[in-house]
């Protein structure tokens, strides 16, 4: 073996329906030592990445359940710096460009005649992908109609097949509790057993503030459910100033709605605590909140529907709560500093 293509230490997850092919590929990327585990659909892949973030990823784009090309998207969204490489039995063009523009570093056609040749694409693109990150792998602003009526189709599908996408947020969603040094953060939602009734999601920032997000799903409004997610993710990566891109965050789901001329109302909440300042600022459309532990420092109605709340942490309490809901439909927020 040649020391220099090494792979010793990488940790390698493959996505690949095909399992005789699976195992060819596992096999030669541990003899060169690395570390692979195997996924045989695209969304066990997604809950495989939830579980532990690899290295690189190597997928299939032909699979069931989740393809590849939705799979790429969502690993674009969801985890921006996990370098991807396609391995497909099609070289159609445009699902070259799709997951391309989803931000895939190399493509390969099976079948592979010298696998050293894909061993060799993993350290480049490991290379590249450490030195020269530019952030271009970023969440989708979804600003064109293109890229909206391609969300149609899958948010068609989606409607067509509830325990699908029940199951597909449920996977999309982060572990309900987290922690960053001293602080606690725990999410508790109420739901019944076959379905959900909201999509949360969260983030903890350089200067240790998290921002958080919820949005309910009612009856077929996945729409409004992928595009709220897709547009918090966009507006948490902006760390220099979370609060300013607010805005463009209403104004872009106004702009969505419009556009795809859709009547539901977006029931949505963002929040922002800063455990510095003890700060909670929050911006909420159609959900209502009770409080435990926190003052109200001021409420007022902000543009298109959202009431913004200006609130503070008690200083003398080690724990606090935030308790959203619309009737049927309830979230619970619990902080705890250690």
Known sequence: MDNNKSLVGIDILIIEDDKIFAKILSDYLISMGAKVRLSYDGLDG????R?????????DLA???LDGIEMTEEVSIQYPMLPVIIISGTDNLNNVATVLKFGVKDFFIKPIRD???????????????SNDFDGALSWPILNDISELKELEKHVDYLNEHPDFANNLIRNLMPKHQSNFGKVNFNFNYLH??????????????????????????TEKNYSNVLISKSLYNSLSRNESDLLSGIDKFIEQQSLHIKTLND??????????INFQSYEVKLFSNGINFETNGLKELSNI??????????????QDLKNWSMTFNTGAKLCKINIELN
């Open 63 to 65: 699979m069931p359940l």
């Open 301 to 314: 109605k902000a543009s298109r529907g959202y009431i913004y709340s200006n609130l503070q942490l008690r």
């Open 51 to 59: 579980e532990s973030i690899p290295n690189i990823l190597i997928s």
């Open 263 to 272: 009547s539901k109302k977006f029931k949505t909440v963002i929040g922002f």
């Open 192 to 217: 019944t057993v076959d379905s959900i009734p909201l999509l949360y999601d969260y983030n903890w920032h350089q200067n240790g503030e998290v921002s958080f997000f919820i949005t309910i799903i």
């Open 115 to 129: 696998l050293s040749k894909l061993s060799d694409a993993i350290l480049v693109t490991l290379e590249r992908s």
């Open 46 to 49: 997604l809950i495989k990445i």
